[in-house]
């Protein structure tokens, strides 16, 4: 069985990479296609060389804190540093202001960007060639090609009209019956990556009760929590968290740009009531992040810091513009599907309450060929869902990213593709007769 | 025996971390005392105001290559980038020039520094268990960090009297008999940390044999290649490589600042005279790359790739301020010592030819009670040479940095160094009476 699983969890990493090419290599080949395929921030908010000439007043605050001159600090900080980061309260002080996540700066590894963080918290998580990751299936590529390099296993979780925690309950249990030792649950509770969803405060307060019970780390990814379109989201899991079961990673390569290549994590004060356990686990993580990249660019960092210093640790007021921006996308999006779908046509989606995406389903498959075929002949490119898919299945869904494009280009886009997939529906119906 | 082995591994692992931290906690704990203990670059010669300013050069650059305007460019550089990086063929250009390394832009991927690139190279090229990478002992700490993490076994190389081909030779046949697989050598050539020694031709020659038959791949590490303070170094083995056995390492945390965290690896053409093993190669590191940190930040890419245009890709005139100032300091360590020591006290030292390091070794055991003794009664800072060891060895050696001091702070060092030493002599003579 360890064989077959781990045949199966290779061959799909292959095809994750191979998907990814796939996808990078479509869009080069029709670059006048509209695109909904890359889930990129909107450039039109990006204001690099203003968040550049902020770095010197956080120089300045380093000078402060460290008791030594500006020109010292700014040696220093052209120079290696900790590896755990140099910007931590400032990080600390802003996840508790903007996502409601409490954090002290001791419990703050700052990482290049979210990816590293989630990267390092498997390893950490799963050393043992017995420990799997739970995720949502779909879920975001990034969790799935980071456990394949490191040779974790991911358990794909399919809710099959259950509730999140009732399908987490019976995953965990299958799995220890297994012999396997589920160790980390990956979640983005908030507009996830693919699907675009937000879980209820129930189901919150439920997965931290399964969690709690079965030992289970919550790495939760709060990429996206910035850009609710409500004003009453949820909590974070990792502020309803009460047992010490969550790990809370951010980024700012939505709320300032990809480029910084800044994120972290927060570890929980004890890992379900186990402060040394908790220590040990900041201490493997630390481990990894060094002798994977030594430390977080300090430039990047002083980037960061510069602003969020500058914005009085809260982002809120910045990212206000390209929060509503991504409202009037969602809005955008889902007018021109009603208007280019009738009811009866099969073609359903969900409404997004924030985020970068939308789910919708077909009548028909919808995979690589498809998507080749629709940017070839009706130049718009939409991802097959079946990429994020830990299973194979998802076949007739595609994810609509409608985070970097116009409300112009959404409504020609979804023209373009609802001619396509009228297309396919009548010719499906002719192949049937 | 395996579990023998890993277990070693594991126990050397957490003694290296330990170590570190022990490391920076001295530092802290005696702020006035003159270190030679990190191998950090001279603080002197950072301008990162002026490398900042030539971000637009890129810019321009990148707007020519896309045939965008520059604003798009600009917009594009603050987004998601390639995996591979955006620089490379800038790098290229630089690696040959400045270091004498034949790279094409297509066989470069950027990585956030050395260190990552390392690491990537390591698991790439080690993924199964039976899978070694051999290296000399002592060894630079973030290798073995890097493959401790990584699961992967590091085979020591002792000298002991031979050549280093000689060692090498016997070393893999004494693997292979053991039914592990030597699949890598990482090798510093070039003033290689901790040692500050340098390979002849003759020797370099010899282990490219010896690598091509055992079909173990080279990760040359370059770090310090820039900083040869004769004309006359001899190639890189990256250079003299005929059966593409060497994927070269660069960085520009030394010529430039560590603060960047850029860095690079060069695959070869062909792995060992087969393309589609080397292009298999080069897709696994990038795969591990892209899952690991997406991709190095183009902010970081666009100040190493600025200055590059601006210094017409040689780094040669940038940084011969900073080599003159190491060959100062190296000079002025070696009048210390000689002054300090006489001939007959049993204390020697190698005279370094580059770099930023020399050993030295001592008539009694060194370790870190005693660094803390030092550093404690005598205000200076030395690292034992256990740190870098890979099996407990090297308990009479220590490493001196000479690259962030000044030659005042390198003579008043030595005199409490060597005040240090007599007293330890003495007291291990009254201790033998």
Redesign the interface.
């Known amino acids: 069985l360890a064989e077959v699983w781990a045949l199966t969890k290779g061959l799909l990493g292959a095809s994750r ?1 191979a998907g ?1 090419n796939i996808l990078a290599e479509v869009g080069f080949s029709y670059p006048k296609a509209i695109s909904f395929a ?1 889930g ?2 909107s ?1 039109t908010f ?1 204001d ?1 060389e203003y968040w ?1 000439s902020t ?1 010197p007043v956080f120089q300045r605050e380093l000078a402060k804190v460290r008791g030594s001159d500006e020109a010292t600090a ?8 900790y590896v755990k980061g140099i910007i931590n309260s400032l990080v600390a002080e802003q996840l508790g202001i903007d996502l409601g996540v409490t954090a002290t700066p001791d419990r703050v590894v700052i990482t ?2 979210c ?2 963080a989630m ?1 390092l918290c498997l ?1 950490a998580l799963c050393p043992d060639p017995r420990d799997v990751v739970i995720a949502r299936n779909p879920t975001y590529v ?1 969790l799935t ?2 456990a ?2 490191a040779g974790i296993a991911v358990a794909p979780l399919d809710l099959e009209g259950l509730t999140f925690a009732t399908a987490l309950r019976a995953k965990a249990a299958e799995l220890a019956a297994q012999g396997k030792r589920p160790r980390a649950l990956y979640v983005i509770a908030d507009f996830d990556n693919p699907l675009g969803g937000v879980l209820t405060l129930e189901d919150r307060a439920a997965i931290l009760e399964v969690c709690a019970q079965f030992k289970i780390a919550v790495v939760e990814d709060g990429t996206y929590r910035m850009f609710s379109f409500d004003e009453n989201a949820p909590p974070a899991l990792a502020t309803l968290d009460k047992e010490g079961s969550v790990i809370f990673l951010s980024t700012y ?1 939505k709320t300032l ?5 800044v994120g972290c994590a927060v570890i929980p004060v004890s890992l379900f009531g186990d402060v040394a356990a908790s220590r040990a686990l900041t ?1 493997d993580i630390c ?2 992040k ?11 960092q002083a ?1 960061v810091g510069g602003v969020l210093l500058t914005e009085r640790m809260s982002l809120k007021m910045l990212v206000q513009p390209a929060r509503e921006h991504y409202r009037r996308n969602r809005d955008a999006l889902v007018k021109a599907l009603s208007s280019a779908f009738t009811s009866d046509e099969g073609v359903s989606w969900n409404y997004p309450q924030g985020g970068f995406f939308l789910a919708l389903d077909l009548p028909f498959a919808f995979g690589e060929a498809q998507m080749r075929r629709c940017a070839a002949d009706y130049n718009v490119i939409v991802m097959p869902m079946t990429f994020f898919s830990l299973d194979g299945s998802q076949s007739t869904r595609v994810r609509l990213a409608f985070s970097n494009l116009t409300t112009e280009e959404i409504a020609e886009g979804i023209k373009r593709f609802s001619a396509y997939v009228r297309k396919c529906v009548q010719q499906n119906a002719t192949d049937a007769v």
């Open positions: 990479i990814l890359g990129q921030p450039e990006f690099l550049l770095i700014a040696q220093q900080l052209a120079q290696y540093g290049s960007g990816q590293e990267a390893q990034g090609g980071a394949d390099c390569s740009c990809p480029s910084i290549r201490v481990m990894r060094g002798f994977g990249t030594l430390n977080t660019s300090q430039l990047n980037v």
